[in-house]
Nanobody, 122 residues
């Protein structure tokens, strides 16, 4: 049973930073972060191929967000800098056996989800 536990959300002013953490017991190849604002679809933010460390980002967050992993702690992080008000959303950690190439941002391709952590940017 795969478990994903997010933490690190909160309220921050525009231009500020937050670091989200996802503690997990996933043994597959892919971990990711998604977000969902009220009334909007869940969108891919970033993904990492855990075996090789390859990373993928949504265009809207490139250069501002960084996904990383600490295998010793079974934790994936999302460092978010220069946050914007449009970044206000529930952020979800996701896990998959594998998600290939450009399909990483399709939420339907991911197998497991955390409960989410709220990020509010004002």
């Amino acid at each position: 049973h795969v478990q994903l536990v997010e933490s690190g959300g909160g309220s921050v002013q525009a231009g500020g930073s937050l670091r989200l953490s996802c503690r997990h017991n996933h043994r597959g190849n892919c971990m990711g972060w998604f977000r969902q604002a009220p009334g909007k679809e869940r969108e891919g933010v970033a993904a990492i191929y855990t075996r090789v460390g390859s990373t993928y980002y949504a265009d809207s967050v490139k250069g501002r967000f960084t996904i990383s992993q600490d295998n010793a702690k079974n934790t994936v992080y999302l460092q978010m800098n220069s946050l914007k008000p449009e970044g206000t959303a529930m952020y979800y950690c996701a896990a998959a056996i594998c998600v290939y190439g450009s399909t990483w941002s399709d939420a339907a391709k991911w197998n497991y989800w955390g409960q989410g952590t709220q990020v509010t940017v004002s």
